[in-house]
């Protein structure tokens, strides 16, 4: 199945002449992406999404979980989370070709709603990403999903249609319990995920971890612990990494200067924002910067580059 997968992206892909991975569809949320090389990292923001290696190879970092996936395996990430991906296995003859869409919760709810028998969550936290095999069922539906591309006006009516069946099989397979736990509002990780909204929203700002666990209605060690299961991340880490994305966005997408960068994002000392730069990325910020400009004027797009902009780039997101 992964063969006739990567049969149809690989035809599509090089039907689009002049344009770069990532492929937008027709389908609002999905993509197709293509690598004839290995690449570095890229950092990024995942929001909920299935990824499915067609061929080839990637591995994807949440922050100390490192996870590998391969043609005829997917990753499907829960949470909205930073993290790197790499595509490690790739050639000019054999590229590593990906379908990557958006999972929709609220589908995913319903169809968990309309089961016999739900998947059972336990009361422990659980994973918010997992590598899982695609095959059977689910793999027809990612044929059917790639070829609907081919009948744009039937989109409307069978896309959801697809993703419903997406979703039951997802919800009925070995990790049912993992996504119904992302997915269904009376799952143990949804005070979790309220506050990490919050911490999203306001991640600028000086947020205590005693503001976040009352959010969750939580005591402090108990939501720090349930928090970095999810993530694999702590709520410091978490925030220290949108900030630093966004100052990256900022520097290279709007030219804005390192300090003003740094100042943008809530670091009040530059030569601090300056330290975590380069320890995340490797590159001091004003070189990295003019490193990416240079990159784009030579007309690399910007998820190539390595910028991912989260909510302001709505598929990009999805090379995870």
């Known amino acids: 199945m992964p063969d006739q997968l ?4 690989l035809r599509y892909t090089d039907s689009r002449l002049g344009e770069e991975s990532p492929f937008r569809t027709a389908i ?5 992406l293509r690598s004839d090389h290995p690449k570095p990292p890229t950092h990024m923001i995942s929001r909920p999404a299935m990824c499915i290696v067609a061929q080839g190879a990637k591995w994807a970092m949440f922050g100390g979980n490192r996870l590998e996936y391969r043609a005829g395996q997917a ?26 869409f958006e999972l929709d919760l609220a589908i995913m709810r319903s169809v968990a709603e309309g089961l016999d028998t739900p998947p059972r969550i336990s009361g422990e ?12 069922p689910l793999a027809d539906c990612a044929l059917r999903l790639v070829r609907l591309l081919d009948t744009p006006k039937a989109i409307p009516t069978l896309y959801p249609v697809i993703m419903r069946e997406i979703c039951y099989w997802l919800l009925t397979g070995p990790h049912g319990g ?12 949804q005070p979790v995920m309220r506050a990490m909204q919050s911490l999203r929203k306001r991640f600028r700002e000086t947020v205590r971890i005693e503001e976040l666990a009352a959010i969750a209605q939580m005591s402090p060690s108990a ?8 993530t694999a991340l702590t709520p410091l880490q ?32 530059p030569s601090q924002f300056s330290r975590e730069y380069t320890r995340m990325f490797g590159t001091p910020p004003k070189r990295d910067a003019k490193q990416m400009h240079t990159m784009l004027g030579k007309g690399r797009p910007l998820a190539d580059a390595g910028l991912m902009a989260g909510d302001r780039q709505r598929s990009d997101h999805l090379q995870s």
């Open 125 to 136: 936290q659980g994973r918010g990403v997992f590598v899982t095999d695609f095959q059977g």
């Open 28 to 32: 609002d949320g999905l993509v197709i």
């Open 238 to 269: 978490y925030q220290k990494h949108l900030r630093l994305l966004e100052a990256r966005r900022l520097m290279i997408s709007s030219a804005v200067n390192v300090e003003a960068a740094s100042f943008r994002v809530g670091y009040e000392s």
């Open 6 to 9: 990567a049969e149809i992206l």
């Open 223 to 230: 939501f720090h612990r349930q928090f970095k299961t999810l």
């Open 75 to 100: 990753l499907v990430v829960g949470v909205e989370t930073p993290s790197i991906g790499r595509v490690f296995e790739a050639s000019p003859g054999e590229p590593c070709l990906v379908l990557a």
């Open 178 to 189: 993992d996504v119904a736990r992302m997915s269904l509002a009376n799952s143990p990780s």
